[in-house]
């Protein structure tokens, strides 16, 4: 049988001027779409993404 876990997660995708918004991870050598990890109780919407959207 197979187990399958939950781990909420939110990502940004964002796209200026043609230009897209990634973050580069030196420890992997890689690039991704900024997000992370929500942590319990945490919010989608919180202040910062809401004056990161805003700006």
Do not use: H, Q
């Not at 049988?1 to 200026?16: D, E, Q």
């Not at 897209?20 to 420890?27: C, E, I, M, P, T």
């Not at 109780?41 to 004056?51: D, H, I, Q």
Request: one cysteine or more.
């Amino acid at each position: 049988m197979t187990t399958t876990k939950c781990l909420p997660t939110a990502g940004l995708v964002s796209i200026k001027e043609d230009k897209l918004l990634l973050a580069y991870s030196n420890n992997r050598k890689a690039w991704y779409l900024p997000g992370g990890k929500i942590d319990a109780g945490g919010k989608l919407c919180s202040p910062f993404v809401v004056r990161f959207w805003r700006s």
